[in-house]
């Protein structure tokens, strides 16, 4: 006996008049004012050695307590770092960071300390969702894009594999991500690899020099820069914006 034919239900699409988009669409909402999305993925990118981890840890431990970036309002979140890179300089860096700072009354800020993470690999974003949800997270670092991918980054699907599940991530899961990424062998060519990991997400920022720059966002204005000075405290060192 053969089963029935699906039937396939036709796809509706809604249309609403310009003047009515104030009733359906919300404004842009932000980690950092005019600097990180809301809810959208993020790409914060420069060469080996300009403080990129650094300069995304600053952030994360003040919106963890909605403080201030630079001079810059952020929203308080709970914050999930996926150490890929390693996590031994974290530790230190937290720690000069309250010595500058302050210690927060109550951390909300969580780390995965070094384990393997692969973009398209539905295992791991699988348990990687499933501990999202769990703890509450809002706002996810991926640090960093080389140690998310397999084999050449610039070859294949690769870019298109990544970007797309970054934004999955932050339309299923209602977070907020940033990917730290390095530069390719010509340092203001963007993103190593390709393009597209830049074409494909609202908001792109890049790290030179001590100076962190909007390259590129879709809901404000690009080519805000802000400075930044890396703060010796003891055997490490905090940013000081």
């Given at each position: 006996m053969q089963n029935p034919p699906k039937t396939e239900i036709p796809k509706v699409y809604t249309a609403y008049n310009l003047d009515e988009l104030d009733e359906y669409l919300q404004d842009p909402e932000w980690v950092v004012e005019g600097l990180i999305p809301k809810d959208e993925p993020t790409?914060?990118?420069?060469d080996g050695g300009q403080g990129k981890s650094a300069v995304v840890l600053n952030i994360c431990m003040n919106v963890q307590e909605?403080?201030?970036?630079s001079d810059l309002p952020?929203?308080?979140?709970?914050v999930l770092w996926l150490?890929?890179?390693g996590d031994r300089d974290i530790k230190k860096r937290r720690k000069a960071h309250q010595s500058l700072y302050g210690k927060s009354e109550v951390t909300e800020f969580f780390v995965i300390p070094k384990q393997t993470f692969t973009?398209?690999?539905?295992?791991?974003?699988?348990?990687?969702?499933?501990?999202?949800?769990?703890?509450?997270?809002?706002?996810v670092v991926i640090d960093t894009l080389s140690y998310a991918t397999e084999g050449d980054i610039s070859t294949g699907n690769t870019p298109g594999i990544v970007t797309r599940q970054m934004r999955r991530m932050c339309d299923t899961l209602k977070i907020s991500l940033i990917v730290v990424a390095h530069t390719g062998k010509n340092l203001f060519k963007g993103i190593k690899g390709a393009s597209e990991f830049a074409n494909n997400v609202p908001c792109v920022l890049f790290i030179n020099k001590g100076v962190l720059e909007v390259q590129k966002?879709?809901?404000?204005?690009?080519?805000?820069?802000l400075k930044f000075d890396k703060k010796i405290i003891d055997d490490s060192f905090c940013i000081e914006w």
């Open positions: 790409f914060i990118y420069g909605g403080m201030p970036v952020s929203q308080k979140m709970r150490a890929l890179e973009f398209g690999n539905q295992q791991d974003e699988t348990a990687l969702s499933e501990l999202i949800t769990e703890n509450n997270i809002e706002l966002q879709r809901s404000s204005i690009s080519g805000k820069k």
